[in-house]
């Protein structure tokens, strides 16, 4: 459902309401977020999928380093492709803590 763009708090209630309430579900609100979580975890630290995508659709990649986090102050630099529908996707990204040549030959020596 998450993948749907559904949140997880309201699929959790869809299901309760399903099976007539939350003693019935077998498992927690809580034990959902953190599948969830675990989900979304693993697509991050495979690393594959951006790899893969690199190599279909790695005609046009972009990559931005204007993007700034204001916490830390860290240069965000996402590599991002356009697949064969002509969307955006995301195939990396990258955290530095400043924009020297050592980092960006680092970055793109990395990501190729």
Known sequence: MTDAGI???DAFSFLADEVG???????????????????????????G???IDYDCFGDVVI?????????YNLVCAP???VNNHWQNILLGVV??????????????????
């Open 7 to 9: 949140r997880t708090t």
């Open 95 to 112: 955290f530095l803590f400043e924009e020297t040549i050592e980092s960006f030959t680092w970055v793109f020596t990395t990501f190729v």
């Open 49 to 51: 999928i951006g790899k």
């Open 21 to 47: 309430g939350v003693e019935n579900i077998g498992f927690t609100r809580r034990d959902a977020y953190i599948f969830i979580q675990r989900i979304k975890r693993a697509k991050i630290e495979l690393d």
């Open 63 to 71: 990559f931005d380093t204007s993007y700034r986090l204001n916490k």
């Open 79 to 81: 590599f991002i492709g």
